[in-house]
């Protein structure tokens, strides 16, 4: 009861602005022209900014007023990336994980600045593990400092001591992670970026994929081994070996997807795969 005290706390002391979604916040038989726009481009009525300038004030897109309109729905779209519903069947356990600890990861940073350092703990332990298992170091490394904090405020030497441990691995993996996508990016920017240049980046491709065949077996992480795999399918499919692609991604099926959508843990398309 407790903790449910303090979040009323917060709540009263800081009082709460009225939630801007679609559809909502309107009078009676009211409709705003902002969900009206949402509803004219849902039924196909609108498809750019001459048909919505014109159908919602016989204007120009330049129109001042609907400059206005476009943004105020603009930022009631974005108000509702916080209550999207990642729990349906067709969303994968990863998406569902990886939506879960970025919320929780934004109360445990408000929890922080309201200076409730207990809340924020506690939240903190309930999300590190879901964190770790699913590869959102960033995330884990915020809920490891909390963690720390609330050991050194109680002179828990010891539990500093392994946390500190602990956000040094982190940061490790993390490192790993983010030096492998950068060497990721600018191999498919070579290959995207002229005939010349992908002609002499799949020169060096074979090298590229071994370099990740060997990080790979230093650090078992799977978003390295997912760019491993991404690097042999583009090999295969510039060189045409569409056999070797077909039994790399029924490898890939029988590793990471065969299983329903809702339980797939890696972030992976099983109907681009």
């Not at 039924?43 to 007023?65: H, I, W």
């Amino acid at each position: 009861m407790q903790d449910i005290q303090k979040l009323i706390a917060i709540k009263s002391k800081k009082g709460q602005r009225a939630i801007q979604l679609v559809d909502q916040n309107f009078r009676n038989n009211e409709v705003s022209r902002d969900n009206q726009l949402y509803h004219e481009i849902i039924e196909g009525k609108v498809e750019d900014d001459l048909d919505g300038a014109y159908v919602l004030l016989n204007t120009d897109p330049s129109n001042r007023n609907y400059r206005n309109i476009k943004n105020k729905l603009r930022e009631k779209l974005l108000n509702h990336l916080f209550f999207l519903d990642y729990s349906k069947p067709s969303e994968t356990l990863y998406k569902q994980i990886f939506y879960e600890c970025t919320r929780e990861a934004f109360q445990i940073n408000v929890l922080m600045l309201e200076e409730e350092y207990e809340l924020a703990y506690k939240k903190a332990q309930d999300t590190l593990s879901k964190a770790e298992e699913y590869e959102l170091w960033n995330i884990a490394i915020n809920c490891l400092a909390v963690i720390r904090q609330s050991y050194s405020e109680s002179g828990n030497i010891k539990g500093v001591k392994e946390t500190n441990h602990k956000i040094g691995l982190a940061r490790e993996k993390a490192n790993i992670i983010d030096q492998a996508k950068s060497k990721y990016y600018s191999i498919i920017t070579e290959l995207n970026r002229s005939l010349t240049a992908q002609k002499k980046e799949l020169e060096n491709l074979p090298s590229e994929i071994k370099y990740f065949e060997e990080l790979l077996e230093k650090n078992h992480l799977i978003q390295i081994e997912l760019l491993y795999y991404n690097l042999k399918l583009l090999n295969n499919q510039f060189h045409k070996d569409f056999m070797a692609n077909i039994l790399l991604t029924d490898q890939i099926e029988k590793k990471y997807l065969n299983r329903p959508v809702d339980l797939i843990k890696v972030y992976l398309d099983p109907q681009r795969i």
